[in-house]
């Protein structure tokens, strides 16, 4: 049975000063590593939703798109046109496509020195690493190395990391992490990839 107009006011006040109290807690600013992994659709997707709210402070933002090859996609025509923004496309494409573990190493690494210099960027309020897990999981890249990396990035800036199976050491040292879960998607029935949905 549905609350009554006064006990719904209650609970509402009761439920708006906890709150209010956590809120006033939170009194700190810093720069966020924020950490969206599982196998779910819509990662990049909220990694780039971030680029545009920042665009819409005024801020700037660096994107280093890992593993993906491809150029054509919604997100990059749009958002890469966009003054403040530096993006890298810095992949050979998916590894069942370039099926050459050396060449994809060589690859990652030479990507990783783009985003390395966007780490020391503090003009950057923003740094998108999309798909980076998948470097980390395969070996192309020293997980140690990357981490030190972020860490030593400037205070204030923010940075977000896509990717299925994000490791240990990004989960351990990530303020947010967000786990997509994927509970059906159109693919399998057949749908293919939708421009302006999947790319």
Not at 19 to 48: H, M, R, Y
Not at 113 to 131: I, K, N, P, Y
Request: hydrophobic residues 40%; neutral net charge; contains cysteine.
């Amino acid at each position: 049975m549905p609350d009554n107009s006064e006990q719904h006011s209650r609970r509402m006040a009761r439920k708006k000063a906890v709150i209010d109290a956590s809120i006033a807690k939170a009194d700190q600013d810093k720069g966020l590593l924020l950490v969206l992994t599982g196998n779910g659709k819509g990662k990049s997707s909220s990694a780039f939703g971030m680029v545009a709210r920042t665009l819409g402070y005024g801020y700037k933002a660096g994107v280093a798109q890992f593993l993906k090859s491809r150029r054509d996609t919604g997100e990059e025509k749009f958002l890469g046109n966009q003054p403040g923004v530096q993006w890298h496309v810095l992949g050979d494409g998916f590894t069942w496509d370039t099926q050459n573990r050396d060449a994809d190493i060589a690859t990652a690494r030479r990507g990783w020195t783009v985003a390395q210099g966007m780490l020391r960027d503090e003009s950057l309020h923003l740094v998108v690493l999309d798909e980076l897990t998948y470097l980390l999981t395969y070996g192309y890249l020293d997980e140690k190395q990357v981490c030190a990396d972020l860490a030593a990035r400037p205070p204030t800036q923010h940075v977000v990391i896509t990717g299925r199976a994000a490791p240990e050491c990004l989960l351990a040292m990530a303020d947010t992490v967000s786990e997509i879960q994927d509970i059906k998607h159109a693919y399998r029935a057949g749908i293919r990839a939708q421009p302006g949905i999947d790319l």
